[in-house]
């Protein structure tokens, strides 16, 4: 089991920045992949960035103004969001997908709400 932390949520204007971090419980190992998804009220969860070893990949909607990375050594995920925008508030949720030989394993976060609002 890996339990995820995520802080750094809250209320901003729009045009304005907030940096999201989720601590787990064990060491996030090479294999592991961590992304951040978001689900706004009324509408599917859906991903915001991922992060692998080797690269990574953000929704459309982010693409310029989030950016994800990784501190293996704090066992740490971040996501720095610049210029936000209304259409971001939801909540933000991370994950982790651990792989293994027989299948791949998600541990969630408990969210953290993120409100873009003037």
């Known amino acids: 089991q890996v339990h995820l932390v995520e802080s750094g949520g809250g209320l901003v204007q729009p045009g304005g920045s907030l940096r999201l971090s989720c601590a787990a419980s064990?060491?996030?190992?090479?294999?592991?992949?961590m992304g951040w998804y978001r689900q706004a009220p009324g509408k599917e969860r859906e991903l915001v960035a991922a992060?692998?070893?080797?690269?990574?990949n953000y929704a459309d909607s982010v693409k310029g103004r989030f950016t994800i990375s990784r501190d293996n050594a704090k066992n740490t995920v971040y996501l720095q969001m610049d210029s936000l925008k209304p259409e971001d508030t939801a909540v933000y949720y991370c994950?982790?997908?651990?792989?293994?030989?027989?299948?791949?394993?998600?541990?969630w976060g408990q969210g953290t709400q993120v409100t873009v609002s003037s």
């Open positions: 064990r060491i996030i190992f090479a294999t592991d992949a």
């Open positions: 994950n982790l997908r651990m792989t293994t030989v027989a299948r791949n394993y998600d541990y």
């Open positions: 992060i692998t070893i080797d690269s990574t």
